[in-house]
């Protein structure tokens, strides 16, 4: 339907504007559609081929953040059906997970489609568990117990700025404001500007004497802040430490990105891993597409890396839909395959396509398709 839609804007564009106009959009109307075939096509794959029969843990979870980020993009229907069906499923509730951090990332997809349809019960589940964790640390316990890597900063934060949004209470950005920097400076490498995954990993080597500086761990903590900031007040007094990170992390970023756009295991030393790897890449993508698209990150620098990642990211999809080269569930830089996909990287593809495809039919369109043709072809 939404494919459909978008011929008839290209048919009726190409009428009404100028011949040069109607080519310029045109070109970057094609390329958005494109995106959305690969989309579509990744996110039948995934459909098809579920991790598990049924699961609301951080998996299946950051699955949806993607599919929402689809819906987004796309508007379809069906698309949004599949998020509420799953939310229905579960009855709205948090996660399995022992982790405290990961029980948070169902909410996030609970919130998107509760701001869609305001119904209470969508987010009273979520609300009253995070309620019970702000009440055990009133009661003494202590507020980082379970936030001690790095994933926490893209599962938890985001649904407690969206709860602060839903809710109109302060409580919920105190409580996020308070794990969130915690976290950064308990894990961030001032000097590269860059995080550990965990303490495990402060003084590791590799066999090269590099650092071991994740990739998807610092995907994590990259893709976690533009779901932050969507639903931070823009007078927010910490709205400002949050840009800076992300500006920060962005630059350290495209400075490591290979040649092929896609970024290895372990950012400071890609030799350690030297095959792709498409999990950190997709989180690194979407980032970056989202702050040009948001005017954060300036489109003369970070436009091409941007664009260089999505055209890598494309080329790791097989006609089936498959994503290929996602390093397996773990904890620091491993070895991934060609042939080796997982949920979480599906998810983490669909949300960077939606921000790629938001370039394509914004200002920048021209520039973008232009780019993604040459990197295409290279």
Same mark, same amino acid.
Not at 158 to 167: I, S
């Given at each position: 339907?939404?494919?459909?839609?978008?011929?008839?804007?290209?048919? @009726?564009?190409?009428?009404?504007?100028?011949?040069?106009?109607?080519?310029?959009? *045109?070109?970057?109307?094609?390329?958005?559609?494109?995106?959305?075939?690969?989309?579509?096509?990744?996110?039948?794959?995934?459909?098809?081929?579920?991790?598990?029969?049924?699961?609301?843990?951080? %998996? #299946?979870?950051?699955?949806?953040?993607?599919?929402?980020?689809?819906?987004?993009?796309?508007?379809?229907?069906?698309?949004?059906?599949?998020?509420?069906?799953?939310?229905?499923?579960?009855?709205?509730?948090?996660?399995?997970?022992?982790?405290? !951090?990961?029980?948070?990332?169902?909410?996030?997809?609970?919130?998107?489609?509760?701001?869609?349809?305001?119904?209470?019960?969508?987010?009273?589940? %979520?609300?009253?568990?995070?309620?019970?964790?702000?009440?055990? %640390? +009133?009661?003494?316990?202590?507020?980082?117990?379970?936030?001690?890597?790095?994933?926490?900063?893209?599962? =938890?934060?985001?649904? &407690? !700025?969206?709860?602060?949004?839903?809710?109109?209470?302060?409580?919920?950005? *105190?409580? &996020?404001?308070?794990?969130?920097?915690?976290? @950064?400076? #308990?894990?961030? *490498?001032?000097?590269?500007?860059?995080?550990?995954?965990?303490?495990?990993?402060?003084?590791?080597?590799?066999?090269?004497?590099?650092?071991?500086?994740?990739?998807?761990?610092?995907?994590?903590?990259?893709?976690?802040?533009?779901?932050?900031?969507?639903?931070?007040?823009?007078?927010?007094?910490?709205?400002? #430490?949050?840009?800076?990170?992300?500006?920060?992390?962005? +630059?350290?970023?495209? +400075?490591?990105?290979?040649?092929?756009?896609?970024?290895?295991?372990?950012?400071?030393?890609?030799?350690?891993?030297?095959?792709?790897?498409?999990?950190?890449?997709?989180?690194?993508?979407? =980032?970056?597409?989202?702050? @040009?698209?948001?005017?954060? &990150?300036?489109?003369?620098?970070?436009?091409?890396?941007?664009?260089? !990642?999505?055209?890598?990211?494309?080329?790791?999809?097989?006609?089936?839909? #498959?994503?290929?080269?996602?390093?397996?569930?773990?904890?620091?830089?491993?070895?991934?395959?060609?042939?080796?996909?997982?949920?979480?990287?599906?998810? &983490?593809?669909?949300? +960077?396509?939606?921000?790629?495809?938001?370039?394509?039919?914004?200002?920048?369109?021209?520039?973008?398709?232009?780019? %993604?043709?040459?990197?295409?072809?290279?």
């Amino acid at each position: 339907m939404v494919i459909r839609l978008l011929s008839v804007c290209l048919v @009726v564009a190409a009428a009404t504007a100028p011949a040069s106009a109607a080519q310029v959009q *045109d070109d970057a109307q094609n390329e958005a559609r494109r995106v959305l075939d690969v989309m579509y096509r990744v996110r039948a794959y995934q459909n098809q081929h579920p991790w598990r029969a049924t699961d609301r843990n951080w %998996i #299946r979870a950051t699955y949806y953040t993607g599919v929402m980020g689809m819906y987004r993009a796309t508007k379809d229907p069906e698309v949004l059906e599949q998020a509420l069906r799953w939310a229905e499923k579960h009855e709205w509730r948090e996660g399995t997970e022992r982790e405290v !951090a990961n029980r948070k990332t169902c909410g996030q997809t609970y919130l998107e489609l509760y701001f869609l349809d305001p119904k209470p019960e969508r987010i009273a589940a %979520i609300r009253a568990y995070v309620d019970s964790r702000m009440a055990r %640390i +009133a009661g003494g316990e202590s507020p980082l117990k379970g936030w001690y890597y790095v994933d926490t900063l893209y599962v =938890g934060p985001p649904t &407690l !700025a969206m709860l602060g949004q839903a809710t109109g209470e302060k409580r919920y950005y *105190d409580y &996020l404001h308070r794990v969130y920097w915690a976290v @950064v400076g #308990r894990l961030l *490498d001032k000097e590269d500007h860059l995080f550990y995954r965990d303490a495990r990993f402060f003084k590791a080597r590799t066999p090269r004497g590099r650092k071991v500086l994740w990739s998807r761990g610092n995907g994590w903590a990259f893709g976690g802040i533009p779901r932050v900031l969507e639903h931070l007040p823009k007078d927010d007094p910490q709205r400002k #430490r949050y840009v800076e990170l992300f500006q920060a992390m962005a +630059a350290a970023l495209v +400075a490591r990105q290979s040649a092929d756009g896609l970024w290895r295991s372990n950012l400071d030393d890609p030799e350690q891993c030297p095959n792709p790897e498409t999990s950190g890449t997709a989180f690194f993508c979407y =980032g970056l597409a989202w702050g @040009v698209n948001e005017g954060l &990150l300036p489109k003369d620098r970070y436009l091409l890396p941007a664009v260089k !990642a999505w055209t890598g990211l494309v080329r790791h999809v097989n006609e089936a839909g #498959r994503l290929g080269y996602v390093q397996p569930v773990g904890a620091e830089p491993r070895p991934a395959r060609e042939n080796q996909t997982h949920e979480y990287a599906s998810g &983490l593809f669909l949300l +960077a396509g939606g921000e790629v495809h938001r370039l394509l039919l914004s200002g920048t369109g021209k520039s973008a398709a232009e780019l %993604i043709r040459h990197c295409s072809e290279e």
